[in-house]
């Protein structure tokens, strides 16, 4: 789900648990997105019914099946670099190990 204007967890939980009584069972917020873990596909699909294009903060949310990583990947925190660093020369380095799915820099945080 993109989470505007960072709504806070217990606002979220509270959203979702309007829409779908008790099926919530984890919210996890990272940066400005949300994951929404319910009790199973069909809570899902309801959920994502009732509020995919819901008004929040002033933003129409998106709410929708989160995509799952590639089979066989592991996603790799790489801390302490240049500012003046660019993902493709990270690629570049980590591409002797074997082949970079992603490679993003996030910076100003």
Do not use: Y
């Not at 069909?42 to 590639?70: D, M, W, Y």
């Amino acid at each position: 789900m993109a989470c505007p204007g960072g709504a806070p967890r217990v606002e979220l939980r509270d959203l979702f648990e309007a829409a779908v009584p008790g099926v919530v069972v984890k919210v996890a917020l990272m940066k400005q997105f949300a994951f929404i873990q319910l009790c199973d596909e069909v809570a899902a699909e309801c959920a994502i019914q009732k509020l995919n294009g819901h008004l929040l903060h002033c933003h129409r949310t998106v709410v929708e099946f989160s995509r799952s990583r590639p089979t066989h990947t592991v996603k790799t925190f790489v801390g302490n670099i240049s500012a003046a660093c660019t993902s493709g020369e990270l690629r570049i380095l980590f591409q002797e190990f074997g082949p970079v799915i992603k490679c993003h820099i996030v910076k100003g945080v």
